[in-house]
């Protein structure tokens, strides 16, 4: 397999063609937007609560951006829903690499973990759980949000 | 120095012999480096001069009695002068060497427009400007309590110059602040329209000719401008520098920008007095060997001839036009061949900018997507990003062809 | 990175071969170059890095999707992870690349200044200060109305300490500016007795550590203070590049200084919102070259190891003090060699420095003859201009020899 | 003769430590200093004027220099002393660096024109003659004042 077809296989192409999670969420506790300023792309995603309030009952994204930003976060919208919002905020980074499994460059790898950033910065805004590091302070959550 | 005519034309296939980045493969292909308007590669020529003048000549300017520092010194003015030729201006104390285009802006709005905008007064910009011609106009208008407007371009991507009457009414324009040739879209903007216009209303005019004087000549007096700001790295010259041209009178009369060493006449604890022009704006450590090169950099330049080069950009830009329009879905954005410099800008339907210069990458084909640092302009094209192939005096035919073909294949990746 | 144990000693004769400068004569003789505290050559390590990354890895950062844009951006940041970790940064988004020192000091006063000081507030600097830790804070004060006070030296050539409650007692201290070594005198400032007492009174600390980086290990975190200055060229390093190291919340909590592309996040008509930090402070195309090589002088740097340099030049400034005690007429600037980096100055009696410095160069020994760009410090002192021999890794005794043999000569000729 | 001695040659010397037209001079009709930013050396120029308005009745200086800037502006004021005011604005730096006689780099033709210039700006003030190429407009003379 070439690194071409490696980059853009099926399954990304298809995640990118047919989002899951996408669209809105009217009954979410909690909303957060984020961009990545090299290129202009834009995430928003939407979580409701169980009533244990822990438990991710629904998340939903919209936004626009490449191939592998939007099909990276179609993953993550699979990957989290249903489990507890303290552990999805632990979550490392390479959980969602590994899900996406093709190699990528540092700009690229901004591109694939925009979603789950500002999930991260959802989860904090509703429950206090820890940011990325990436964006260590306040500060910067306050440019994101 | 000795006049020379202008040639007419140029042989890119030759050139490229001088530039040593095209020596390798990239994912086992020739590099067709279709990214010039974001940062130009260096030719062999700039990089003996600038490794030579460490080897042997170095030290630092206007400083020492020493030997090194007198040959320092007259290599670092030597530069300056052929800068200041470079731009016609009338003297080489017009120049100001500074760190990018961004900075030159930067100075100037900061030294001139931190004591000279107030309440009443209005900066004016264009939509298709740069971030860096936009932003520290923004911001200093906002410190100052200047207001703040912005020329509108129309669908085709160019200046409507029917909306100046709008603008004048709203206060009293003190800068107008616009771009020789548009990064994003190669317009070539109306700019000796615009200086009568302004100066009539008592403004002053300052030029971002980043994307105009690596690739046609800029003439300061022709033009009629107040400032002229550009960087070396997108013609040829090292990086970290770039220079502000800036008319004599308004250049004594400023403020200084950056206060330190080598800028002041006398430094006292009650107060300090400045430098003359251009030492007042060049505080600390100067560029100095990136002034070295950046003057072999216009050697270079000069050695090929400006006009040969806009030529060459302009047939590659038209022949680029016409290949790309062939391609299924594809959005053109800009103005026409004849009134553009050599700067492509596209979409491909259903297929985000990342992807496609991604997909390029892979057959060694490197362009631009993102929002070029326009987003006022994107905002106004409605998109978020384009794809961008920008040509220079190193650029063949043949990459666009492989350009062309990257497009088809991404088109079939993405079915 | 492997910790390497530094080595306690270097072999200054043998690093000169990696200095291409020290191949050529100098008015028929070898070149003894005593003036690196105003600039130091450079090694062929970094002039091989930076000609290697210019032929094959050249390319703008953060901004193209393509192969060499990765490549380029990796270096670049590479070199912000070898800075950090060379002054002991928590986190290299402390490091904020710049032009060099001098802009590093600029930065500070204009973006944390213009904002955060006022009528009532006092920015402190020393008599020791180099113009570029002076003249910064002196015109910004001014601009926001805010007061301006200096630190006394003794006759020694030593902060006063006993001068801090008369200071402390005249307003609302907000900024305390100081070096960390006298670029005139090689004094060792005791910053870490100046950090407690600002922080106190709830001042900011601005280091000015331009003679210190090079010379001897410097840790942020050790000295407590808020912002670091330094510059590249200094330390073996390319021209046009300069770092300032911030605590990450004062830099978060800060307004930008220069505008345009890269630093922001969002550009629009009526608002523009800041990029993360460092972005937030690297307005357009960054210093890249520069940076890479850059790391590559802390590369070298590390490899002498920095305890190694600080001992080498601490024995040849006791070796210089102990020979120049001997000259006749000659008078003797500063602390003794125990607490002093290996700077000295001097004059000698009846005789201009400047024209000292000439008949040195005329026998190839390079010196600094001026006011060092320490005007209030000349004036403490009662002089226009002192000689100022200065050292570094490269430095051999000899050249400490001919200096004296030069100065004889001096002394003979103006009889 | 070599470099050295050439540089530092008798006459030089000579000037340095008996400068000629050195100190005040009270019945000026007009004075000016300048200084040279790079070393700090200063020097003031003070002139009287004949009768006539135009002759350069006496000239006398004052400052702290190195050895070239001092010499040279004794030199100079040997030369102008008895001259029209009018020429001596004219005069040509080659003028002066001719007499001084000995080779000088661009730093040093700093300060071995230093004296030079002040006189110009002096005879500026004085009787509006033009002043030297390098400092241009007023803006710079005010600083030069
Ligand atoms: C103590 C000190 N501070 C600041 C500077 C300014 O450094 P730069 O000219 O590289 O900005 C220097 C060097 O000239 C210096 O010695
Ligand atoms: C039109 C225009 N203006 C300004 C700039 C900024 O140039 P620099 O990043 O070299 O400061 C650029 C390049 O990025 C440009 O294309």
New binding site residues.
Partial sequence: MSEFEQLYRELILDHYKNPRGHGQLPDADVRAEGMNPLCGDEVAVAVAFDEDGDTIRDVRFEGRGCAISQAATSMLMEMVKGRKASDVAEMPKDDLLEEVGIPLTPVRLKCAILGLGVLKVALHKAKGTPLPDEWGTSASELRLA | MAVTTPRATLDARSLRADFPIFEQLIHGKPLAYLDSAVSAHKPRQVLDKLRDFYETSYGNVHRGVYALSERATAEYEGARHKVAEFVNARTAREIVFTRNATESINLVAYAWGLTNLGPGDLVVVTELEHHSNFVPWQYIARRTGAGFRMLRVDDGGELDLGDLDRVAAAGDVKVVACNLVSNSLGTVNPVDRLVPWAHALGAIVVVDAAQAAPHRRVDVQGLGCDFLAFSAHKMCGPTSIGALWGRLELLEAMEPFNL??HMIRKVQFEETTWGDVPAKFEA??QPIAEAVGFGAAVDYLEGVGMEAIERHEHELAAYALERLADVPGISLYGPPADRRAGIVSFNLEGIHPHDVAQILDMGGVAIRAGHHCCQPLMARLGVAATNRASFYLYTVPEEIDRLVEGLHKARAIFG
């Fill in positions: 330190g060493g600390g450590t």
